[in-house]
């Protein structure tokens, strides 16, 4: 059974900066898709940043993600970061993992056929 975990969420400031992880203990990350995804309260799930499996070099990222949101790999760890920076009200959500074993990038939730269970990220003032 594929099992994601995330951990990093919790609360933040404005302008603050978070580090979010996806690990597996049972899945080999650099060779599949991993996507962040946010979901915030009565809004559907959103791309955030999307990372291709390692032996391709492909990053997808949602506009508001541009330059601020980079997605990495780190293959030694089997870990998938998103760094979160100069945090805004807006990012307030559930952050999840996905991954799926495919030969390029998804970029939409529907591609993806496994998830974690999510780390909240709160926006406090």
């Known amino acids: 059974q594929v099992k994601l975990v995330e951990s990093g969420g919790g609360p933040v400031q404005p302008g603050g900066s978070l580090r979010l992880s996806c690990t597996s203990s049972?899945?080999?990350?650099?060779?599949?898709?991993i996507g962040w995804f946010s979901q915030a309260p009565g809004k559907k799930r959103e791309a955030v940043a999307c990372?291709?499996?390692?032996?391709?070099?492909?990053?997808y990222y949602a506009d508001s993600a541009k330059g601020r949101l980079p997605i990495s790999r780190d293959v030694a760890e089997n870990t998938v970061w998103l760094q979160m920076n100069n945090l805004k009200p807006e990012n307030t959500a559930i952050y999840y993992c996905?991954?799926?074993?495919?030969?390029?990038?998804?970029?939409?939730?529907?591609?993806?056929?496994?998830w974690g269970q999510g780390t909240q990220v709160t926006f406090s003032s």
């Open positions: 996905a991954a799926v074993s495919v030969t390029t990038i998804a970029t939409t939730a529907e591609e993806y056929d496994y």
């Open positions: 049972t899945l080999t990350s650099e060779h599949y898709s």
């Open positions: 990372i291709s499996a390692s032996h391709r070099s492909y990053t």
